[in-house]
């Protein structure tokens, strides 16, 4: 099957901890994105790669950092800095340039901090 | 940098009547328009897209139309099903290397039978 996992489904971390969301996907597409989804606060972004070892912030990275060390994987790392770190992450990835191609969703992962 | 705008924000209606959202957008360099159809617990889904170089574009009860001029492009979906109740959000691009999508903030569709 192809397509884009995410891992855990569910988290949850006491206040100051840093943790990990893993994303991997098996479609061999380039670009790979992550967004923090909020009621009423649409997709926003935080990170995006469009090939290894390479990054950009998105709108709202502070608090957050990325690796793109292999193609297929991108995971974010959620900081102690990150002052309200509760939400729904979703990674996505896109065939091509980023923004120019249909983003493809992972089940997104529900990161709750205690 | 690009900035998009989506209502309603909240859409009721029966089953059967049409649903229409819209969203304007400011950057006029953007030329790429995905709407998203996202269930309760899910990633959203690419449910159909346009570019600018198209002023409508359609698939079974759904449609796209743009406006570059007033840089506006709305969904339309029509004879509508209770399995069509989701968030629906559109999103913009310039499709120009170091750029993303840009997303509206979601219109959550209720389709009541």
């Known amino acids: 099957d192809g397509g884009i996992t995410q891992s855990p489904k569910y988290l949850f971390r006491k206040e100051g901890q840093n943790v990990t969301l893993s994303c991997e996907q098996n479609?061999?597409?380039?670009?790979m994105y992550w967004y923090r989804q909020d009621p009423g606060q649409g997709l926003r972004l935080i990170y995006y790669?469009?090939?290894?070892?390479?990054?950009q912030k998105g709108d709202i990275a502070e608090g957050y950092s990325v690796s793109r060390e292999k193609k297929e994987s991108f995971p974010l790392t959620v900081t102690s800095a990150q002052k309200n770190p509760t939400a729904f992450y979703l990674c996505?990835?896109?065939?091509?340039?980023?923004?120019?191609?249909?983003?493809?969703f992972g089940p997104g992962t529900r990161l709750t901090v205690l | 940098g690009e900035n998009v705008e989506q209502h309603p924000s909240t859409l009721s209606v029966q089953e059967g009547d049409s649903a229409v959202i819209k969203c304007t957008y400011s950057?006029?360099?953007?030329?790429?328009f995905p709407w998203y159809k996202q269930e309760l617990g899910k990633g959203p889904q690419l449910i159909i897209d346009?570019?600018?170089?198209?002023g409508e574009k359609k698939d079974q009860r759904i449609a796209v139309t743009l406006n570059k001029t007033a840089k506006h492009f709305s969904l339309h979906i029509t004879e509508t099903q209770p399995e069509d109740s989701a968030v629906y959000f559109c999103?913009?691009?310039?499709?120009?290397?170091?750029?993303?999508?840009?997303f509206g903030k979601g219109t959550t569709l209720s389709v009541s039978s």
């Open positions: 996505a990835s896109s065939p091509g340039l980023a923004g120019a191609d249909e983003q493809f």
């Open positions: 479609l061999n597409h380039d670009a």
């Open positions: 790669s469009q090939i290894v070892n390479d990054f």
């Open positions: 950057d006029s360099a953007s030329n790429y």
């Open positions: 346009i570019r600018s170089n198209v």
């Open positions: 999103a913009a691009s310039s499709g120009q290397a170091g750029t993303a999508l840009i």
